[in-house]
């Protein structure tokens, strides 16, 4: 049993160099510059759904140029007078979130937006309403292994909402675990060098999290709030946190315990993602077992119905894989710490010491787990011992999002990358449902423009009838 003397020895509160002597424990090396869950997408090769851009996104997204892009809105009472106020701009006026006909363009200079207009004019697509009640919206918060070198450096440097809650994060940071974060986002991308923070959860973990509110902020900045947040394995703890359930001070407090408790005390187990749905995964076992009688994995995940994640000792996962590969099955292996497993659970007395301190406080939105797929009130000190032993509940959890009449779905994180699982489980689910959901993500690819993407998805969800607060908008745009 671990007791208080190891809850004591390795508190993440205390601060200086003892603390980093203390965790600084021999952390798994990543052979590219990005996360384990960057792999994983290579699952997800989906064609059915398309998401519309904002107008003039085209014309703007290879301009060198992009501090200069910028999004307008224009609406009107009905479809005529919509087109008439797309002839007149960039001079209409409007009062932006009251009327029932919108749209937005982005644009970079006068021609791009005369050209857009154009082909606005001339579509013959069918122009139709807002919906009368604005949809419901899921914001997903991206997991852990999603992080790459500087993430969001660009929207720091443009965004002053953001820069303020990232800078806030990093502070607390420094003052109480004494790490940098701050240095992680500012220092230089070198082609094919792997930064040093990459190699340590103690590092890109605090970092992820701190983008993740920050990015928060800006989107509540806009008037963009979510109905519903659902987080995926780590990314729970940024949901708790946008739910209000619990402070984002508190977030750190979890993580950094949970951190050192899982690399002083918990080896690195093998760990396997395949494409399979849970029934494959009890015939694939069944085999392995012929040849190997004690073999025994944890279902870590059920991430759709074509993703199962499995954790457990190197031997039984490499057998596992190996059978996976004579059916065909195609599957990723990796050593990392084995979370969402009952191979946690000698930490859990002590990880309870720090649960238990913690004051939680009713969902302000609704919190959808994916510890059981159910939608929780409040949280507990025992719930993130139970979302640290056993599975990642995806489908259960984005089935009750859409059993709510959920609609849209925003992601909240350095890249787009659970909007594909959701994209799987409802394609699974409906496949005639392409053009009933919606999907819009925070930042872009790691090698796109943070600040472009965020306007055009802006853009979006003003088209799909949430109301948008220009004024805050239009100052994010003066900043650069």
Not at 47 to 60: A, C, I
Not at 160 to 173: N, T
Not at 253 to 262: E, N, V, W
Not at 343 to 369: G, H, Q, V
Request: proline content about 5%; hydrophobic content about 40%.
């Amino acid at each position: 049993m671990i007791g208080n003397h190891l809850v004591n020895s390795v508190h993440p509160t205390r601060k200086g160099q003892d603390f980093l002597v203390r965790v600084n424990t021999r952390f798994t090396k990543m052979d590219k510059l990005e996360g384990i869950t960057y792999e994983m997408m290579d699952f997800m090769d989906l064609k059915l759904f398309v998401d519309p851009d904002t107008p003039g996104l085209s014309r703007v997204k290879e301009s060198v140029a992009k501090d200069d892009v910028k999004l307008i809105p224009v609406c009107s009472t009905d479809s005529g007078a919509l087109i008439a106020a797309l002839k007149n701009l960039p001079n209409s006026k409007s009062v932006l979130n009251s009327t029932e006909f919108r749209q937005a363009i982005l644009y970079r200079t006068k021609a791009d937006l005369s050209e857009t207009v154009e082909e606005l004019v001339a579509s013959q697509v069918p122009r139709k309403p807002i919906p009368a009640q604005k949809p419901k919206i899921c914001f997903l918060i991206t997991c852990q292994g999603t992080h790459y070198p500087a993430m969001g450096k660009c929207l720091y440097r443009v965004s002053p909402i953001f820069r303020q809650h990232f800078d806030y994060c990093a502070a607390h940071v420094a003052k109480e675990y004494d790490i940098d974060i701050k240095s992680f986002l500012e220092g230089a991308v070198v082609p094919n060098v792997v930064p040093d923070w990459m190699e340590s959860p103690i590092n890109f973990l605090p970092y992820l999290l701190a983008l993740q509110y920050a990015l928060f902020k800006v989107w509540d900045n806009w008037g963009i709030k979510p109905d519903y947040v659902l987080g995926l394995s780590f990314g729970e703890y940024g949901a708790a946190v946008f739910a209000d359930m619990i402070t984002i001070e508190e977030a750190f407090k979890l993580i950094m315990t949970r951190i050192i408790l899982m690399t002083k005390n918990i080896k690195e187990e093998g760990f396997c993602v395949a494409q399979m749905d849970t029934v494959k995964y009890a015939e694939i076992m069944e085999e392995c077992k012929v040849d190997m009688e004690d073999m025994w994995l944890d279902i870590s995940g059920v991430n759709s119905p074509k993703q199962t994640c499995v954790v457990g000792h190197l031997k039984y996962i490499n057998k596992f894989s190996e059978t996976c590969k004579k059916h065909g099955i195609k599957n990723l292996v990796k050593e990392y710490h084995p979370y969402h497993s009952s191979l946690t659970k000698p930490i859990i007395p002590a990880f309870l010491e720090t649960t238990s301190t913690i004051s939680y406080s009713p969902a302000k939105a609704k919190f959808i787990s994916t510890v059981d797929g159910k939608l929780w009130d409040t949280l507990n000190p025992t719930y993130f011992l139970d979302h640290l032993t056993g599975p990642v509940i995806a489908i259960g959890a984005v089935e009750s999002a859409l059993a709510e009449g959920v609609t849209h779905f925003l992601e909240v994180g350095p890249h787009p990358i659970l909007i594909q699982m959701v994209k799987d489980i409802i394609q699974n689910n409906d496949p005639q449902a392409a053009n009933k959901y919606t999907f819009v993500t925070s930042l872009t690819r790691k090698d796109g423009d943070d600040r472009v993407a965020l306007l055009n998805s802006v853009g979006r969800l003003y088209m799909a009838g949430y109301d948008v607060n220009w004024e805050n908008v239009d100052k994010f745009q003066s900043q650069s």
